[in-house]
């Protein structure tokens, strides 16, 4: 049985922590990566159920980004694993950009 069909409240994020990496999520989140209509990029972990930012980082630069992102995840409360794997995975995401 499928992880979502025995908790329908699990996020992506969430069920790839469990599923892939073995890591039981402390909080309930989900991981945005976002280029907003400025160009600027934004990657931020939510709570979707309140819109609460548990953790963000947004800059004109992609890299500056991320490493904001990385900085503020160890001020999220999250386990010392989550915040290694969310961190390591925002750094080796590959970005895409829409063609024009």
Known sequence: MRRDDQNPHLTDTEEAMEDVLGIHP??????????????????????????????????ADDGEARRLFRESLDRSGLSKQEIAALGDGVMHQQTTVPAR
Do not use: M
Request: charged share 30%.
């Open 26 to 59: 402390t909080r309930h989140y989900s991981l945005r990566a976002d280029q907003l209509d400025d160009g600027t990029y934004r990657y931020a972990l939510e709570n979707p159920d309140n819109g609460d930012t548990l953790a963000e980082g947004v800059h």
